[in-house]
């Protein structure tokens, strides 16, 4: 009987040829990848689906197969960053067998970004960890859900000869993508007491445009500041370019105030990593108040011919938060009535004596009686534009 190694065309080393390291494809050298001889069938030959004819005298123990053993069900490498895959080949049932290697029989290309030994065979293989395929995954680009196949030839421990063996390698290529938020509207959001709500809308989308999984917010919606309602539900299973996140929080204030509400989430990236992250959302809460003047000495108010009387009007809001912008015209004021300028501007209105116009009330003559009537214009704490007046009733003696 012709020994079936060459028979294999494995050749005394008992390697077949897995060519491609370097350029990612196999080949091989004439006849080293397939039964490429069959002998002549003797009295009681036997005939195998591999074209071969052997005396059946030397037929020896059980048919067993290759177990083929990757590291992992699936192989996960990061695009960038290169990784050794060793795939363990034993025998399925612990008895010895001989002349394996690896066939590209079948005219399979290895994908790109894999490279394997120029040859690869083992003379016998049968438990541990003896015949130990090492290949190398470089991958330049994402991609998911991907298969690499190895083609393998050996003899059994029947010493039959077997040309269909075959393994297949899950893999996926992934990247170290993160998980952005954008806000809209953009910057600090204002918002009017008592005067509806003012929604943020985060899209969470990823940096390079590959999945993201398993996204939530980690934030206690209970922390949140009084007035600020979270979103419900707060997560997403999937987030990239084409599947975008979106989650609003929503602020109703009951009460004037200002802060920075900070929202943290997690996610995995699409190697499976864990990661977190946070972005910020600063805020006001403004009343619409309203600019009043006080009169001094209070109205009505009276002065002797001959004798000025100053009259002072202070102007405050009516909830002591800020208002802005308080212009008054004075250039139409009536004879009797004068001041330092033709116009009184204040830049800030609150509380206090900040803003305070001083008149002079000089009556010509007795028994007058009228009021003077002040209108003023400004922008309440809301940034709304509004406008006021003081009314002031006096009278000459």
Known sequence: MVAVHRLLGLGSACAALLCGCGSSSYSSESGASSVATSTAAGAGGTSNSGGFTSDASSVNGTHDGVVATPPSNLVSVEVGTTKTVSVTFTSSDGRTITGFGISNASGVVLPAGWSAPATFGCASLSTGSGCVLNLTFTPAMYEVGQTLNLHYVYVDNSMEPVTTGSMTLAYQATTNDNVLAA????????????SGSQTVTATFTTDDGNPASAFTVSSDPSALPPGWTAPAPS???TVSAVTACQLAWVYTPIAPGNG????????NDDSGTPKTASFNIPYAAT??????GAVFPASPITAAVGSPLVVTVTFT????????NLSMDLSSLPAVWSSSASSFTC????????CRLTLTYAPAASGDNSTLPLTYGYLDNAGVAKSGSVNIAYTST
């Open 183 to 194: 806000l809209a509207p953009i910057g600090q959001i204002n918002a009017t007491v008592n």
């Open 235 to 237: 997560s997403c299973a």
């Open 260 to 267: 920075t509400i900070t929202i943290d989430y997690a996610f």
């Open 287 to 292: 009343a619409n108040d309203n600019v009043v």
């Open 317 to 324: 809001t009516d909830d002591g938060f800020q208002a802005t």
């Open 347 to 354: 830049a800030a209105i609150s509380t206090g004596t900040g």
